[in-house]
T-cell receptor
Framework: TQLLEQSPQFLSIQEGENLTVYCNSS?????LQWYRQEPGEGPVLLVT?????EVKKLKRLTFQFGDARKDSSLHITAAQPGDTGLYLC????????????FGGGTRVLVKP | GAVVSQHPSWVICKSGTSVKIECRSL??????MFWYRQFPKQSLMLMAT?????????EQGVEKDKFLINHASLTLSTLTVTSAHPEDSSFYIC????????????FGPGTRLTVT
């Protein structure tokens, strides 16, 4: 059982559609990060959220951190083929030595 | 800023040999470096946490004698896979953090290891 559950595991949509990826846990995180990874490459940090209820926007991407700091979501508006990739959420539990705990990942495919 | 490099990007070795992978923080000093393993179409699995000048802390189930980690400076950590076997074939990724309140980790591009 993973500490961080991501859903869905796979998402295939048409260009222009919107999508949302969810990241849920029963644990409280001091911060939560979203990464995007392309095949054969390392994850690239998209955003870090630290305050409960926080919302951050990065162009067409909107990230939200739950009030209780146990969950987060990533919403992409008008998805483009360039958004295709593996999206990973990862949370930090300070008491666990600042290790990142990764969710299982959501594979997003945006078809032109 | 916050660039992490890995070398080599891919390596093929014969069963029984050892392979060393380097992880460098290019433009910042990394107080802590992490080593992950990733299987195809799966998420990252933390192998060990490495602090400069001290012994690495390994996750449960990771053999410390097989995966030797050295963090000799604030910009370099190495992972040596000893007596490699085909089941060690995987994508190995390192990350580095300089600390701070958000504990952001910056990842290297990964090293694909294939053991034949």
């Amino acid at each position: 059982t993973q500490l961080l559950e991501q859903s869905p595991q796979f998402l295939s949509i048409q260009e222009g559609e919107n999508l949302t990826v969810y990241c849920n846990s029963s644990s409280v995180f001091s911060s939560l990060q979203w990464y995007r990874q392309e095949p054969g490459e390392g994850p690239v940090l998209l955003v870090t959220v630290v305050t409960g209820g926080e919302v951050k926007k990065l162009k067409r991407l909107t990230f939200q951190f739950g009030d209780a700091r146990k969950d987060s979501s990533l919403h992409i508006t008008a998805a483009q083929p360039g958004d295709t990739g593996l999206y990973l959420c990862a949370g930090v539990i300070v008491a666990a030595g600042n290790k990142l705990t990764f969710g299982g990942g959501t594979r997003v495919l945006v078809k032109p | 800023g916050a660039v992490v490099s890995q070398h080599p990007s891919w390596v093929i070795c014969k069963s029984g040999t050892s392979v060393k992978i380097e992880c460098r923080s290019l433009d910042f000093q990394a107080t802590t470096m992490f080593w992950y393993r990733q299987f195809p179409k799966q998420s990252l699995m933390l192998m060990a946490t490495s602090n400069e000048g001290s012994k690495a802390t390994y996750e449960q189930g990771v053999e410390k004698d097989k995966f030797l980690i050295n963090h000799a400076s604030l910009t370099l950590s190495t992972l040596t896979v000893t007596s490699a076997h085909p089941e060690d074939s995987s994508f190995y990724i390192c990350s580095a953090t300089s600390g701070g309140s958000s504990y952001e980790q910056y990842f290297g591009p990964g090293t694909r290891l294939t053991v034949t």
